[in-house]
């Protein structure tokens, strides 16, 4: 049986609208209030209004929750990279939705449709959707780093796009109690930091690096895979997109921003696979393994690697400016027989 995932064309009733008003507020407040206090931030940081408590609150709750969506929901749980056993499988499930970015069953399912229609139309987040001009492409960047969170109008249906996490009760159960994670990953560091320094001034410290500026730093570098990374950087390897390699973002994406790798070879659980490519959540993956907590893991093959170097031919076409329309047709219409599929 076909499903969108594996089909070429949208089927029937393949959108459906985010929500409702309290939804979309919701989002609104998550992803606005944090960002605003990234400014702030920096002046309180200068001036010493920060301990080494907050930092630690900020980093591990950081990499609780980068964990969460880059090796949980991401590679996991979209594209099959590795099984899990039902315990880390839920704590990645809940880490994951600590982040803020959705509900596990709604990223997984816009995730997989942003794969089979990668920046072409019916990609929902694409920074290309608007054309190659400079304006076009400025509206593409803001549109795929955070307007089609904030009011795109459709996404994609998790019955055509995640049908096996429908049909797991423990997924199913974690994305319905999405408000509750995210009051927990709101409180918590507050409520740590209070306690940690028996005042109320630890609560707010707390409360603004462990929470705010934590959950403004890990989407936006979420939203700039989205974005600057299928705008720009290396293309070692041949994709049907234009996705690319950008190594700034490496360390605090831990590793999602290899991400012309991925979109070439998607269900590959390590995505730095090139010397010196720093890969944290493929390290937090092998962990797991000799763990036993994780199986199946698909690690990166060599010979695969070797037939997914870019050809000569898609070199030179990356050698077009970025804007230049010859450029975009062929970096969008090279076909990947590797399209991602549910996880069986």
């Known amino acids: 049986m076909t499903s969108a995932a594996d089909s070429g064309e949208s089927p ?3 959108f459906q609208p985010v929500g409702g008003n ?10 606005v209030v944090p960002t605003l206090a990234l400014l702030p931030g920096i002046f309180f940081a200068w001036g010493g209004w920060i301990g080494w408590r907050d930092i630690v609150l900020l980093v591990v709750f950081y990499v609780i929750t980068a964990t969460g969506i880059g090796a949980g929901y991401h590679r996991g749980f979209t594209h099959g990279s590795f099984k899990s056993k039902r315990g880390l499988k839920i704590g990645l499930a809940i880490a994951g939705s600590m982040a803020l ?9 816009d995730h997989r449709k942003h794969h089979k229609f990668s920046d072409r139309e019916g990609d929902p987040h694409s920074p290309w959707r ?20 904030l009011w795109g109008k459709d996404r994609a249906d998790p019955k055509h796009y995640a049908p096996d996490l429908l049909n797991d009760r423990d997924m199913v159960w974690i994305s319905r109690h999405f408000r509750e994670l995210a009051a927990i990953s709101l409180l918590a560091p507050a409520l740590i930091g209070g306690l940690w320094r028996m005042s109320w001034h630890g609560a707010a410290t707390g409360f603004f690096w462990g929470t705010l500026v934590r959950i403004a730093l890990m989407h936006h570098v979420t939203f700039s895979i989205n974005s600057i990374c299928h705008l720009t950087g290396e293309k070692p390897f041949e994709s049907r997109d234009r996705s690319g390699n950008v190594w700034w973002l490496a ?14 070879d998607p269900t590959c659980a390590r995505h730095g696979v090139l010397k010196g490519q720093i890969d944290i959540n493929a390290w937090f993956i092998k962990r797991f393994e000799r763990l036993g907590w994780v199986y199946n893991v698909k690690w990166p093959d060599q010979e695969r690697l070797q037939k997914k170097r870019a050809a000569i031919a898609c070199a030179a076409s990356s050698r077009i400016p970025a804007g230049g329309k010859e450029g975009h047709r062929r970096g969008v219409r090279r076909q990947d027989p590797e399209q991602p599929q549910p996880p069986g």
Do not use: C, D
Not at 26 to 31: E, Q, R, S, Y
Not at 256 to 261: G, K, Q, V
């Open 101 to 109: 970015e959705g509900p596990v069953i709604r990223w997984v399912a």
């Open 130 to 149: 608007y054309g190659t001009t400079a304006w076009a492409v400025t509206k593409g960047f803001i549109f795929a780093h955070v307007g089609w969170v």
């Open 22 to 31: 309290l939804e979309r507020g919701l989002i609104w407040v998550f992803i």
């Open 12 to 14: 029937p009733g393949e």
């Open 251 to 264: 360390v605090l994406s831990q590793g999602e921003s290899w991400h012309n790798l991925h979109h070439a």
